[in-house]
């Protein structure tokens, strides 16, 4: 686990990665990621990283690069226009949309369909909370990111 973030990125490292995915990031992550630092802390024990090679002191693994993740996804996986922000335990993660208004937070569970029900892969998708903004200050101010992910999954 990481002591706090690992160095921000310059605008051009991020503009690269922006490329590679596709996408333009939400505002709110370009800055997180050129002012604060490039992942390592933040909800569910740290938002992935955008470049590879980060190793938190004590550990013998790189730290999760989320454009590594993005481009190495296995048979059905989350659109391309979702990006990965952090795992959330067991076959769990965390995705933002990039091309939704308001940028929502949706949690996936590579384990949560099962296919003798006629269910899809998608059907591990749940929508978690309204936007990427509130999903980051529910963790800031505090709060448990999974309380509104969880009414979620417990009404379907």
């Known amino acids: 686990m990481p002591t706090g973030p690992f160095p921000p990125l310059a605008l051009s490292e991020l503009e690269r990665a922006e490329q590679k995915i596709g996408y333009r990031l939400p505002d709110l992550l370009r800055r997180i990621y050129t002012e604060i630092g490039d992942g390592g802390f933040g909800p569910e024990g740290g938002l992935a990283s955008l470049t590879d090679g980060h190793r938190p002191p004590g550990t013998l693994t790189d730290w999760h690069c989320a454009l590594t993740i993005h481009d190495q996804r296995p048979g059905w996986a989350p659109p391309r226009s979702w990006f990965f922000l952090t ?46 903004r509130h999903w980051l200050w529910t963790w800031a101010d505090g709060g448990n990111v999974w309380d509104e992910a969880l009414q979620t999954i417990h009404q379907d």
């Open 87 to 132: 795992g959330g335990g067991c076959s769990m993660e965390w995705y933002v949309s990039l091309i939704a208004v308001d940028h929502p937070v949706l949690l996936y569970d590579a384990d949560g369909w099962v296919p003798e029900w006629g269910q899809e892969p998608h059907d591990g998708l749940r929508y978690a909370t309204s936007s990427l």
